[in-house]
């Protein structure tokens, strides 16, 4: 079984910066890809940055210019780090991973860390 297990988030003002980080564990032979994606109240989940066993790298429009998303290959973990913090990036943050093991590829999400971001 593979384990995700997600920490950095908390409460912040306007402005501020967070970082969040999400280790991947267990029988992995590879990752495709190691993301965030984010899912406000009465909202559906959306990408906020995915990074691709290729180096390459998409940010949503919303993360441009302010997130930036990195992974340590070596501990398998992805980090997100969050600058210029907005109200409207209150949300839970799931880690996401895209990852093949011996009996096949199987994406996995994390539990989940609380964003909320204070005017």
């Known amino acids: 079984q593979v384990q995700l297990v997600e920490s950095g988030g908390g409460l912040v003002q306007a402005g501020g910066s967070l970082k969040l980080s999400c280790a991947a564990s267990?029988?992995?032979?590879?990752?495709?890809?190691m993301g965030w994606y984010r899912q406000a109240p009465g909202k559906q989940r959306e990408l906020v940055a995915v990074?691709?066993?290729?180096?390459?790298?998409n940010y949503a429009d919303s993360a441009k210019g302010r997130f930036t998303i990195s992974r340590d290959n070596a501990k398998n973990t992805v980090y997100l780090q969050m600058n210029n913090l907005k109200p409207e990036d209150t949300a839970v943050y799931y880690c996401?991973?895209?990852?093949?093991?011996?009996?096949?590829?199987?994406?996995?999400w994390g539990q989940g860390t609380q964003v909320t971001v204070s005017s």
């Open positions: 267990g029988s992995i032979t590879g990752i495709n890809s």
């Open positions: 990074v691709y066993g290729s180096g390459a790298i």
């Open positions: 996401n991973v895209d990852c093949i093991r011996w009996s096949g590829r199987y994406e996995y």
